[in-house]
């Protein structure tokens, strides 16, 4: 016992403890992010471009009424709401019916679930590369079927405008169906057995199985999973850099590929500034649900 | 037939339709590994060729430049290959994900542990501020950093993208380990506390030991999400410390787009995420929802 207690490790006290594990994380956190956060809160009211040598100059909310005014940026909130609404709801249907198919026992199971899981841990801007790749008008590999099993003429997927979003959509599709999946089974199996041993007994129908014994349980669930790839839509922009780069026109500029461009490419460090920090509004309001809804199933 | 055979019957049926879905849905999987394997001729020829001699020329060339067909002596010169920056790229790729993970594992592991056993003020908001760290944009963060690192002096360097992945990855290890020490019995600790060890000496001792399944889990996460990173890598380097994801978004940096190189460098990038997702199997639904649902 001497050993145990006469050694530096012993006298480090509950306090000491605490702020010694927490501090490195604080430290980082406070460094890489929350600094970051401050000095580009106070871009948002300059005028200021980082590629050139003037200072920043203090303009007010001049940024923010600017973004508000213009005619494009509410173009870019459109096209960001018609990328989230297409994907999610595909992704959902598809992801959900999968996941009904899997939700039964047979030899094999792991393997088939996990093939199906697969996609969503590729990197999206990989993946994008090569869809586009396979989505090629003359070469690709998509028209080539779609036109020997359909007879559907050649599309232009990634270079017209009314593709061009659907070409993002259906390579997001591809990588994100699995996170429905995953999610739904998770949900499908929290389903106590006896419920629907109960319904059997009482020959309820499989609608009625469906609609009052297994939506309850799987529907919060959903919610999260639809929540997460909506504040998805909102952070990356892989998929429309690879694929599209944003064209044609700004017809595929989803919000924070735009804020890339204003940033990196025009160079308005200010005005990308405002937009960001009036995304990163719509995001904490966001992930606040999110965490939330989190915390309520991790207590449950 | 009755119930039984009959619910046999429909199980075997749909198990048929899975996997026939599982065909269709990865197919551009198997289409990467064609187009890798095919030469530049037949990768491109349609009809597709279903059968084929596979070779490893892109693979070769995606490594080292100059190793296509002037291998050998050229005019009597002896040409020997030089490795590419696509080989640096994907070498800067393994040291940065295994660095900022093993980092992000033992930090978030130590945080994660104090989350989950002992009282802290403002536990809730606290974790609502790392956990939201991690849903912010990368861009709307990164325009600041790219300013704040180019004075620093961190842009393009392997230790500036190590410490943004660390943070990057530290907010999901919180979380991730605060759910997995909640799984270990309290008596562990109780049972050290009264043979005379410290807090402090228990947990290394004891606790940390029992954690190393839920560390296990959480590296690897963290290796797929940042062998797979894009934004950061693409904003925070130029030249040298770039890692391979944006670097296959930008064709490999050669001029004209050679997709036989892409689907090679790109099943380079797939293949290791295979087998790390097969080694995750029943942890994938927790690290998704970060930790808060448990198969």
């Known amino acids: ?300 | 037939m009755n119930e039984f055979q009959r619910r046999q019957v429909k199980n075997r049926i749909i198990v048929v339709i899975l996997v026939g879905m599982l065909c269709v849905y990865l197919f551009p999987i198997y289409w990467m590994f064609s187009t890798a394997t095919k030469t530049k001729l037949d990768a491109f020829s349609l009809p597709p060729k279903w059968v084929w001699r596979p070779q490893i020329e892109n693979f070769r060339n995606v490594f080292y430049v100059g190793a296509g067909g002037a291998l050998g002596r050229v005019k009597g010169i002896e040409v020997k290959p030089k490795p590419s920056a696509f080989l640096r790229q994907l070498g800067n790729s393994i040291i940065v994900s295994f660095v900022s993970t093993l980092l992000a594992t033992f930090l978030g592991a130590l945080s994660g542990y104090v989350f989950s056993r002992m009282r802290v003020r403002g536990k809730d908001d606290l974790l609502f501020v790392i956990l939201s760290s991690r849903m912010l944009p990368p861009v709307v963060i990164a325009i600041p950093l790219v300013m704040m690192y180019r004075a620093l002096g961190l842009f393009d360097t392997l230790f500036g993208l190590i410490i943004m992945y660390t943070v990057f990855n530290l907010a999901f290890a919180v979380w991730m380990m605060r759910s997995f020490v909640d799984d270990i019995p309290i008596e562990y600790e109780e049972a050290a506390l009264v043979d005379g060890y410290s807090r402090f000496q228990a947990f290394f001792k004891f606790i940390f030991p029992e954690m190393r399944v839920g560390m296990v889990a959480t590296a690897i996460f963290s290796l797929i999400m940042t062998w797979n990173e894009f934004t950061f890598s693409l904003l925070l380097t130029g030249e040298r410390a770039r890692t391979a994801v944006p670097s296959i978004a930008h064709s490999l940096g050669t001029a004209g787009v050679n997709w036989g190189h892409i689907a090679a460098g790109s099943f380079l990038m797939v293949l290791p995420v295979v087998v790390f997702t097969f080694l995750l199997g029943g942890n994938l639904i927790r690290g998704f929802t970060f930790g808060a649902i448990k198969e």
């Open chain 1, 1 to 300: 016992m001497v050993g145990i207690r006469n050694t530096w490790a012993n006298r480090v006290s509950e306090r000491g403890m605490l702020y010694l594990f927490l501090l490195p994380t604080f430290v980082l956190l406070l460094f890489l992010v929350i600094f970051p956060l401050i000095w580009s809160l106070y871009l948002s009211f300059c005028q200021y471009s980082a590629n050139a040598a003037n200072p920043p100059i203090f303009v007010g909310i001049r940024n923010f009424s600017f973004i508000f005014q213009q005619k494009e940026i509410w173009d870019r909130f459109a096209v960001t709401g018609k990328f989230v609404a297409m994907a999610v709801v595909v992704e959902f249907f598809l992801g959900f019916f999968i996941a009904m198919l899997l939700n039964r026992e047979f030899y094999g199971k792991g393997v088939l679930t996990t093939l199906f899981i697969l996609p969503m841990m590729f990197s999206p801007a990989v993946i994008g590369k090569f869809f586009r790749f396979m989505m090629d008008t003359n070469w690709g590999i998509i028209n080539y079927i779609l036109g020997k099993l359909f007879g559907i003429p050649k599309i232009a997927w990634t270079t017209s405008y009314e593709y061009a979003l659907p070409s993002i959509v259906v390579a997001d599709v591809w990588i994100w169906t699995p996170f429905i999946v995953l999610l739904s089974l998770a949900g499908l199996s929290s389903v106590p057995k006896y419920l629907y041993e109960a319904a059997d007994v009482d020959r309820a129908s499989g609608w009625f199985k469906f609609r009052y014994i297994t939506l309850p349980y799987v529907a919060p669930i959903l919610l999260l999973a639809v929540l997460f790839r909506t504040m998805d839509a909102f952070r990356f922009f892989d998929l429309v850099y690879v694929i599209t780069e944003g064209g044609p026109g700004y017809s595929t500029q989803i919000i924070p590929f735009y804020i890339y461009k204003l940033a990196f490419s025009y160079w308005h460090t200010g005005q990308s500034c405002a937009l960001a920090y009036v995304l990163l509004i719509i995001i904490i309001a966001l992930s606040n649900i999110y965490i939330t809804y989190l915390n309520r199933l991790r207590r449950t």
